[in-house]
T-cell receptor, first 115, second 114 residues
């Protein structure tokens, strides 16, 4: 069975601070994909990134960066210079190859960015 | 492309009533699934389908039925609504591309059972 743990339930930061959201996963499969989604107050799920298990390169997209470490089964997400618009719930998720319909989600981290 | 559409957006049911949440996708994706989102629990898989005519149970299937008679549609039926089924429901479709899985979510249906 697979599992995704987001130990941080809620984080509050002041605008312009950097913030890291943690994600730890468990799976027995050697081939899998990891995702991050953003859920703003409007409720829709917004895809942020996908990473496959063979690609441990870190990725940067504007103010967002992701650190994937297989050795610690972690896929952490950092927002640099946070903004109020970053306030949302962020979900980490895992899918194993061959089970394209079955995402396993973490419980989410609510990020509150204030002025 | 409309992507993944869900109807209705909001619904209030009385305990014991039945209803169907509609989900459709126009991307010709093989895989479709239903999730429910409850506070503090993330999204949990209810049922999923790997193609027309093929469905299977997810993590929390009790009280729900699905069918997949066409590639496009994947309705979720609540047989006898219970207050424990008050939740936000998301339908998703997915496809495996060379670079990995692409998952598309519908906008969600907020269901309240009184």
């Amino acid at each position: 069975a697979q599992k995704v743990t987001q130990a941080q339930t809620e984080i509050s930061v002041v605008e312009k601070e950097d913030v890291t959201l943690d994600c730890v996963y468990e799976t027995r499969d050697t081939t899998y994909y990891l995702f991050w989604y953003k859920q703003p107050p409007s409720g829709e799920l917004v895809f942020l990134i996908r990473r496959n298990s063979f690609d441990e390169q870190n990725e940067i997209s504007g103010r967002y960066s992701w650190n994937f470490q297989k050795s610690t089964s972690s896929f952490n997400f950092t927002i640099t210079a946070s903004q109020v618009v970053d306030s949302a719930v962020y979900f980490c998720a895992l899918i194993n190859t061959g089970t394209a319909s079955k995402l396993t989600f973490g419980t989410g981290t609510r990020l509150q960015v204030t002025l | 492309n409309a992507g993944v559409t869900q109807t209705p957006k909001f619904q209030v049911l009385k305990t014991g009533q039945s209803m169907t949440l509609q989900c459709a996708q126009d991307m010709n994706h093989e895989y479709m699934s239903w999730y429910r989102q409850d506070p503090g629990m993330g999204l949990r898989l209810i049922h999923y389908s790997v193609g027309a005519g093929i469905t299977d149970q997810g993590e929390v299937p009790n009280g729900y039925n699905v069918s997949r008679s066409t590639t496009e549609d994947f309705p979720l039926r609540l047989l006898s609504a219970a207050p424990s089924q008050t939740s936000v429901y998301f339908c998703a479709s997915s496809i495996l591309l060379q670079q990995g899985y692409e998952q598309y979510f519908g906008p969600g249906t907020r269901l309240t059972v009184t």
